[in-house]
């Protein structure tokens, strides 16, 4: 049986949709925090069960009989997103999994400026001393995460951050299926190559982009570290959501997230979706972009 952790979130959903395509219902498990919320997958015969990090009994009930685990990365960050992500280690080599899967990032380091890398940096640490049999996925930077940096611009015409450097923006749903490819073919042993999009994109070709589909200026301005922080604290963000959106502008700055690769290319057998296409795919309405 294959389980997939965080199955009622972006990426854990796709996942299973595709994997769904290719193996039985009832090889495909789940672990959710909330069971409620998982029940179409259950009317379709995948089997549901409780589980949350924080809770290594759960873990081992939801790892019952799984030979695979996907663990998709906690959203917490710093010491507990590492603390919970031992846990889910701990929990599934106790219930005797074959292989753990984990999504990572393209530029898993322990010196990044961006937090999340942190973390994977020391999961993939964790995973290695294991001695379990695990494949890290280093996916390329999601491409939904790109609105949130924009900030307001779709609002208010003027996209304000700091200096950056392209990134290999990449959809969810790409790396979905490179993942249900990677599952039911068990390939990739250790660190995976980067799974990214074929292109590496900046901000003012973000603006650009977005200039051109909605059919309206969208103006790349660019602001200190410091003017930038400064903005996101009097909107009231938390200290370490600040550090995080902060980093992510010093880190591609220095190349983090530039590098391209074509094994997800490989894996899909087709192109991945570029960011021009997956703009495309969304209209600004309102206080939201909603799928057209």
Avoid: C
């Avoid at 001393?129 to 307001?152: P, Q």
């Avoid at 068990?186 to 589909?213: F, H, W």
């Avoid at 530039?258 to 057998?269: A, D, F, R, V, Y």
């Amino acid at each position: 049986m294959i389980v997939v952790t965080g199955a009622n979130g972006k990426l854990g959903r796709k996942v299973v949709e595709e994997l769904l395509k290719r193996v039985p219902a009832g090889d495909i498990g789940v672990s959710v925090r909330d069971v409620n919320t998982a029940q179409d997958l259950k009317e379709r015969g995948v089997r549901v069960r409780q589980g949350h990090f924080d809770d290594s009994e759960s873990l081992l009930h939801a790892f019952e009989e799984a030979s695979q685990v996907l663990m998709i990365s906690s959203h917490s960050l710093g010491e507990v997103a590492v603390r919970q992500h031992q846990t889910a280690i701990d929990s599934a080599k106790k219930a005797g999994v074959r292989r753990l899967l984990y999504t990572s990032q393209m530029f898993s380091s322990a010196t990044s400026h961006f937090p999340p890398m942190n973390v994977h940096a020391a999961t993939e640490e964790m995973l290695k001393s294991s001695g379990m049999a695990f494949t890290s996925l280093r996916n390329g930077f999601y491409a939904a995460s790109a609105i949130m940096w924009m900030g307001d611009a779709l609002k208010t015409g003027e996209l304000i951050a700091p200096e950056d450097g392209p990134v290999a923006w990449t959809t969810h749903s790409d790396l979905a299926e490179a993942t249900a490819v990677i599952l039911t073919e068990q390939s990739y042993d250790g660190i995976t190559p980067n799974l990214t999009a074929s292109e590496a994109i900046d901000m003012d070709r973000i603006a650009s982009i977005a200039s051109k589909v909605l059919d309206r200026p969208i103006r790349r301005i660019v602001v200190s570290d410091d003017e930038y922080r400064s903005h996101l604290m009097s909107r009231g963000l938390p200290e370490t959501m600040v550090g995080m959106l902060t980093g992510m502008f010093q880190a591609s700055r220095q190349g983090d997230f530039s590098q391209t690769n074509p094994t997800l290319e490989k894996l899909i057998g087709r192109s991945p979706m570029n960011f021009a296409v997956f703009f495309k795919r969304f209209r600004f309405l309102g206080d939201t972009l909603t799928p057209t």
